[in-house]
């Protein structure tokens, strides 16, 4: 290693834990340490990449302003953080920026760590640090930054420093380095393993954790299925070699079950191996390959295959190395499993206990959202319901179950059960509450459960609300501001069955839109209540006209949206008044497709047709008649449901549902870190169709289903 002695001497004089050459990434604005010199311990409190724009760290400091950073006891007790599992301790550094032909190429950083730090570092040892990065430019300058700079986008390499064991004896101490490293990957891979919870977060560790590391140019996962292997995650090898390869076909020969489940660890270590010609695919533009049987529990559960692009040897220190890290990625493989088989066991309890579909009303148009909270196997107890009632009236209900638990989930769904079943009897929402609260004092459970009831009047534009200590909706008028109607709120449910419920009613001018929501909705370990209620207000004032499905999606927002992790369930249900007078109801027609019914499609273009062209809108049906068979196509071929058609008219526009009840994506597919679109997917040629031709088009969900839509403009 030529850095190595300049860096060697310098931790031997300095007496210094470690010292760390980082290099510029990412066209400047990243730091990514290259080589390190330090203890077979110490080296393992090295930050492997930073942003340079990061406050916390010395290295960066040195980069944005060329000087050298110092940072020493005590201003080390909260940087990076206590709380930093990489540096929990007090320490001192030093960050010395290396000038090549000029400009900061690299930055020295020296670093003390108990027991050898914190300490005071003098002037002259300053001065001595200015002087290795001197040394360090030449070295670099000699070398050229080329080395560097590719070193500096994989793993560091990791150097023993200069003592009476091993300076005189320079091959030992370059292969206990070598050591060093893999134990540095080893240790790495199982911080990065032991976090993963879904096959997506093993398959990211595995490629950042082993196949950047060692080199390779693919890696591929194999998992056993009725005894043969497919694969479950993939990078480097091409998407049409690979996805044939997801799919267990038992009677198939894609696959030499053979070669790729062996009984014991194999290095093809160039083309002339045997074995090479029995790998299929995954021996395509290899020119040396390594498959790691995967065991747990002492079963064989898996292979790891890795790819090489060149003619390698496999050390022993790097073999015994691969094989503890098939190990370790074999338990974490077993563990994403259990997990998503749980998810998916959960997820199909909560999808069970929504609505099978949300209703079709020619005066209310609807959007719902539901979000448990942190990603698990746990169930949660938000739902919201949307009923047909007599006497032209529809029924808005959202309530909530303590706790994320099946006992709540089951609580909630014997509420919504009663809360459905009192409706079709004819009560109004207060009387509903009473019944239901009675009802869940006699199941005699421990939670504590809150609901909010509309009955709105779809006639006369009229809504009677009532409250069993749940928040009362959000309701925003055309051109007014968002406000909570003072209604009555009783206490939560079951609590004291004997008190009766009271409600509210209110005006629904044309155009109002109304959010029943529970409080995971507006509150978090980030915001309080009265400020996410606030934020609620002023959406609905700001987009109270626009889509519900662009509404839906900015106040989820609120607490994270649908990708982030929350603290409490969310349940959300937005409704439209459009209105019952003449000139203020929108023209509503809807059609249902039996399950896998292509045959249908002909009778769908004649119903858009027929629609379009009683409303005056023939000037429409092309496009539209196109876009619906397309989603309807779709919809058929992978959802294993019914599916609704549903066209709503606006004056500037045809508005077009397609609904199913299945919300699973059409087809299993493998994960891969690649930038490729997957082809199978829903978002084929339907899709990229309607994205094309549509003036908006967008998917949201509906009860336990989805809804795919699009918009044509005149």
Request: with cysteine.
């Amino acid at each position: 290693m030529a850095l190595a002695a300049v860096l060697r001497p310098a931790v031997d004089r300095l007496r210094a834990s470690s010292a760390i050459t980082y290099v510029p990434v990412d066209s400047g604005r990243a730091l990514s340490a290259a080589v390190v010199v330090g203890g077979p311990l110490s080296i393992f409190t090295t930050v492997e990449r930073m942003s340079v724009e990061d406050e916390r760290y010395t290295a960066a400091q040195a980069k944005r302003t060329g000087k050298q950073a110092v940072l020493s006891h005590p201003e080390s007790l909260n940087f990076p953080s206590r709380l930093d599992v990489t540096m929990p301790f007090s320490y001192t550094v030093v960050s010395t920026p290396v000038r090549v032909f000029g400009r900061i190429s690299a930055v020295l950083t020296m670093l003390w760590v108990p027991p050898r730090g914190p300490r005071d570092i003098p002037y002259e040892e300053l001065s001595y640090c200015l002087g290795v990065a001197a040394d360090l430019a030449r070295e670099l300058e000699r070398i050229g930054e080329h080395y560097v700079a590719v070193r500096g986008s994989s793993a560091p390499v990791f150097l023993l420093p200069e003592n009476r064991q091993t300076s005189d004896r320079g091959e030992y101490a370059d292969a206990e380095a070598s050591g060093v490293s893999l134990l540095y990957h080893v240790y790495k891979l199982a911080s990065a393993l032991a976090e993963a919870s879904r096959l997506t977060d093993v398959i990211e560790a595995v490629v950042n954790r082993i196949m950047e590391p060692v080199g390779a140019q693919c890696t591929a996962v194999l998992t056993f299925d009725a005894g043969r292997p497919h694969v479950v995650g993939y990078a480097g090898y091409p998407p049409d070699t690979i996805r044939p390869l997801a799919r267990v076909s038992p009677g198939g020969d894609e696959l030499d079950q053979h070669v790729l489940a062996p009984e014991e660890p194999l290095f093809l270590e160039d083309e002339s191996a045997p074995a090479r010609d029995r790998l299929g695919p995954f021996a395509q533009d290899m020119e040396a390959s390594a498959l790691l049987p995967l065991v747990s529990g002492g079963q064989r559960i898996g292979t790891l295959v890795l790819g090489f692009a060149y003619p390698r040897r496999f050390g022993a220190e790097e073999r015994s190395a691969l094989v503890t890290m098939a190990g370790l990625l074999a338990q974490s493989l077993e563990r994403a499993r259990l997990f998503e088989a749980e998810h998916a066991l959960a997820q199909g309890l909560q999808q069970g206990l929504l609505p099978h579909k949300l209703p079709h009303i020619a005066e209310l148009d609807t959007a719902a959202r539901y979000f448990p909270a942190a990603a698990g196997g746990s169930v949660g107890g938000d739902w919201y319901d949307v009923l047909t009632l007599p006497d032209r009236k529809v029924g808005l209900v959202v309530g909530d179950v303590e706790g994320h638990s099946p006992t709540g989930a089951a609580v909630m769904g014997q509420i919504r059960s009663g809360v459905r079943a009192y409706a079709a009897e004819g009560h109004g929402p207060a009387d509903v509450l009473g019944r239901t609260s009675r009802l869940l004092a006699e199941l005699g459970t421990d939670l504590f459960a809150t609901c909010c009831c509309v009955w709105i009047d779809t006639a006369a534009g009229t809504a009677e609300v009532s409250c069993a200590g749940h928040p009362a909706p959000v309701i925003c008028s055309p051109g007014g501001q968002a406000v909570t109607p003072d209604v009555p709120t009783g206490v939560p449910l079951g609590v004291t069955p004997d008190i009766p419920y009271r409600s509210g009613e209110l005006v629904l001018p044309p155009g109002t839109v109304m959010a029943l929501y529970t409080d995971g909705l507006v509150h978090s370990h980030t915001l309080d209540l009265a400020s996410g209620m606030r934020r609620v207000g002023d959406v609905l004032h700001d987009d109270g006209g626009r889509r519900l499905e662009d509404l839906a999606d900015r106040l989820t927002a609120i607490t994270g949206g649908e990708a982030r992790r929350r603290d409490d369930d969310v349940a959300l249900l937005l409704a439209r008044y459009d209105g019952a007078l003449p000139g203020t109801q929108r023209r509503v027609t809807r059609m249902s497709v039996q399950r896998h019914d292509l045959k249908a499609v002909k009778e769908v273009r004649r119903f858009v047709n027929r629609a379009l062209m009683h409303w005056g809108r023939d000037d429409l049906c092309g496009e539209t008649e196109l876009l619906t068979t397309e989603l309807v196509t779709n919809a058929l071929i992978h959802a294993d449901s019914d599916v609704d058609v549903r066209l709503r008219e606006y004056p500037d526009r045809i508005r077009v549902e397609v609904r199913d009840s299945d919300p699973r994506p059409p087809m299993p597919a493998p994960i891969t870190l690649t930038d490729e679109a997957d082809t199978d997917s829903e978002h084929g040629r339907g899709l990229v169709i309607v994205e094309t031709m549509a003036s908006a088009w967008g998917k949201s969900p509906s009860g336990r289903g989805k809804s795919v839509w699009f918009e044509v403009s005149d």
